[in-house]
T-cell receptor, first 117, second 111 residues
């Protein structure tokens, strides 16, 4: 079975531009989360979507937005890019929205490396 | 105060050594705990969940101390392939869906 797939894997943007990152979850998983990982830090939570609705939002500015489609794939959009947005953007899928048990575990895609120049 | 705190290391140990990583979390309501492993420029991968009773998976043992809000990972008989960054991860029921990651502890196993 395919794992979490993300695209593009690498991209370079200039300040002020907009970027869209895409994610397809593991088959059967209905929950998608987005994380930002800056070099030397752990991943930071941006959003979680479950059944096409936003279920959680981290401490990120409104320049960051996301959505989930009927097939459970997701897009993360970042507007007005800043140099500080340069990071690895990770998509994670899980079986369940929340709660205990194996559905609670999140599985990451390989990420999208974004460089803002 | 950070939700999850880890000693960033680096830990440099010889092959065959036993090494332990520690992690503390700030929210006493935290309910789920994990260790993830991240290789250089790769995505984090689940190493193991951490249960209140402690759990073991081969050479890896995880412990949880709820009273002290402390999580540990013990690696016995270290292999070169264990070299990676180990991320302590906590999930709170009260924030619903957010996983909190530590900054990671870097391990290098030396031949």
């Amino acid at each position: 079975d395919a794992g979490v797939t993300q695209s593009p894997t690498h991209l370079i943007k200039t300040r002020g531009q907009q970027v869209t990152l895409r994610c397809s979850p593991i088959s059967g998983h209905k929950s998608v989360s987005w994380y930002q990982q800056v070099l030397g830090q752990g991943p930071q939570f941006i959003f979680q979507y479950y059944e096409k609705e936003e279920r959680g939002r981290g401490n990120f500015p409104d320049r960051f937005s996301a959505r989930q489609f009927p097939n459970y794939s997701s897009e993360l959009n970042v507007n007005a890019l800043l140099l500080g947005d340069s990071a690895l953007y990770l998509c994670a899928s899980s079986l369940a929205r929340t709660g205990y048990g194996s559905g609670n575990t999140i599985y990451f895609g390989e990420g999208s490396w974004l460089t803002v120049v | 105060r950070k939700e999850v705190e880890q000693d960033p290391g680096p830990f440099n140990v010889p092959e065959g050594a036993t090494v332990a990583f520690n992690c503390t979390y700030s929210n006493s309501a935290s309910q789920s705990f994990f260790w993830y492993r991240q290789d250089c420029r790769k995505e984090p991968k689940l190493l193991m969940s951490v249960y209140s009773s402690g759990n073991e998976d081969g050479r890896f043992t995880a412990q949880l101390n709820r009273a002290s809000q402390y999580i540990s990972l013990l690696i016995r008989d270290s292999k070169l392939s264990d070299s990676a960054t180990y991320l302590c991860v906590v999930k709170d029921l009260d924030t619903g869906n957010q996983f909190y990651f530590g900054t990671g502890t870097s391990l290098t196993v030396i031949p």
